[in-house]
């Protein structure tokens, strides 16, 4: 069984930071992960990348991160962070963890953590 845990969601007004974590805990043996990352879904919109992360430190992100949100990855605590600056209210949604298992490819997801950019 895979969990993954997510931490750091909340209210902020534009132009603030958040740092979202999340943390993978898992019982299957010789378990890894191949990337770690974040996509987010706002009301009435499909779910989009945030950025991923592979355990060789490659990154693919949104075009709408421009620079203002960074990704990393801690592989020995099997934690991804996700560190939000300059927020705009348009970046509003619930943010997912997600982590690929190396060798099987299987898909994990977070339940999700909501950021609320609002005045």
């Known amino acids: 069984q895979v969990q993954l845990v997510e931490s750091g969601g909340g209210f902020v007004q534009p132009g603030g930071s958040l740092r979202l974590s999340c943390t993978a805990s898992?019982?299957?043996?010789?378990?890894?992960?191949?990337?770690m990352g974040w996509y987010r879904q706002a009301p009435g919109k499909q779910r989009e990348l945030v950025a991923v992360i592979t355990s060789g430190g490659n990154i693919t992100s949104g075009a709408f991160v421009k620079g203002r949100f960074t990704i990393s990855r801690d592989n020995a605590k099997d934690t991804v962070y996700l560190q939000m600056n300059s927020l705009k209210p348009e970046d509003t949604a619930v943010y997912y963890c997600?982590?690929?298992?190396?060798?099987?490819?299987?898909?994990?997801w977070g339940q999700g953590t909501q950021v609320t950019v609002s005045s």
């Open positions: 997600h982590a690929k298992q190396a060798f099987t490819f299987n898909d994990y």
């Open positions: 898992y019982t299957i043996s010789r378990f890894s992960i191949y990337a």
